[in-house]
């Protein structure tokens, strides 16, 4: 689950190559040689697909084993090379955030920008680190994944009350029983008091005689 | 009808044929005594005074009717069969199926219906008159008979419903090996799951809410849409399958699947919310239940506490009784004494 790049770009109708404002890459799941290359790719792919995106359009395109999102807003283009297992949705909320906090940040300066910018922005590459995790990225996904996690312990939570219902149930049985049974002994208990009292009183008329 | 007709081909009919002709003198409805005979003691019947034969032919008729229609809709389920196992990925007569499946269904409740209603009039027709034992018999046998292959053809209806949806699963698959990124996500773990769909929790394909519950429509109208709208895209994709990049529109996917986790999210909050206030409940009742064992073994204990002092009563009168008997003892040594005293 890896962000290999994030890039954002100015793609108006008015430019024809799409200039690469900012860019964050993470190639530390490839070979160190190839490094330029697929650094040369993703500049290469993402100019491309930028390109070809339309304003308010998202895209996904797929390459091996790699997938492309991109997003265009209003010429503003971010876009995102993660793999495969990387949700849809979580991939377009993040950059929806990267563009956001680009505006943000830089304003509009960007729509002046002619040729590709060298400049790092910081937020990119952090932004690369954190949302390596889908679940990060994307709330919906976050709060899904915390309500099944309750959901589960819920039903264990319910089992064990299920069980202390029925330890309860045998409980009351066997006390209920226990109170029975004293019952009847203290009634044998009585009579034979009962009897014993008449006993002693006959006797103690012999006593006194 | 014919499989009746063939069980009792071997019989000797005249009879029954002598029988028929009788009913259709008497009996007020000519054309439907055509149906009448079907295997069975016919020859009793003859004899029934003519209220009776014209119920008894009423009732004829009626099963023979279901019969009939029992009949024809096993036909409509052998070719619902033939289609259901016919079907390929492409040539796929969903509708077809669906109409015949809706057709099959209805007239299945309608012939429940009906068999329920020659009940009653088999009950009220033998509430009115007297009538020999052998007719009840047979009318009793002959709905039993009617019941079971109704019976019958409903199973086999079920059987032929998995079979479709077994088959529909296949076709999912494969159609799931020919397309790619748009329906990967059914492998993808972050994909939400439902934990609690089956016991071993976390790795379940999305595709299996779907399949095992192929008649709770609402999860499958959940992913059917959705697979649809990305089936459309397949034949493209199967077009250049020779490429490895695929252009596939996301945009209405993309809301689409929001709002799916909306709804997701808001579903399960509900499940919870229930599930909570069915667990104060059970609390509250076995709170209840624990407040009567408390009041139980408080009755036992005040009892057997009763209990300990009888019995400590009892043991001082037993043993006061063995001090009185010592004293009555030495009452009578001091008159055996006297006596002797006065003897010796």
Known sequence: MSITALLVLKCTPDTPNPVILAHAFDFSGFNYFYHPNISEFVRFFGSTVAGRTLPSQRQSVKHKDEVVHAYNRNGLCAVGFMDDCYPVRSAFSLLDQVLDEYQKIFGETWRSAKEVSNQKWPYLVEALEKFKDPAE??????IQIELDETSIIIHKTIDGLLARGEKLDNLVEKSSDLNKASKLEIVFDMRKLMFYKRARKTNSCCTIL | MQARRGQSSYRDR???FFGIVETLRRSIAPDAANNVPYGGGGGGRRED?????ANQSEFKKRAAVIGLAINQTSQKLSKLAQLAKRSSVFDDPTREIQELTAVIKQEISSLNSALIDLQAVRNSHNDERTISRDTTTHSATVVDDLKNRLMDTTKEFKDVLTLRTENMKIHEIRRQRFTSNPSKESTN???????????PAATQPAPLPWASSSSSSSSSSQLVPRRQGEAESSPLLQQSQQQQ?????LQDTYMESRAEALHNVESTILELSNIFTQLATMVSQQGEIAIRIDQNMEDTLANVEGAQSQLARYLNSISSNRWLMIKIFFVLIAFLMVFLFFVA
């Open chain 1, 137 to 142: 990225a994307d709330k919906l996904l976050k």
């Open chain 2, 14 to 16: 005249t009879d029954e």
């Open chain 2, 49 to 53: 005074p003519r209220s009776a034969v």
């Open chain 2, 189 to 199: 773990p972050f994909v939400r799951q439902r934990p609690l769909a089956s016991k």
């Open chain 2, 245 to 249: 990049q695929q252009m596939v529109p």
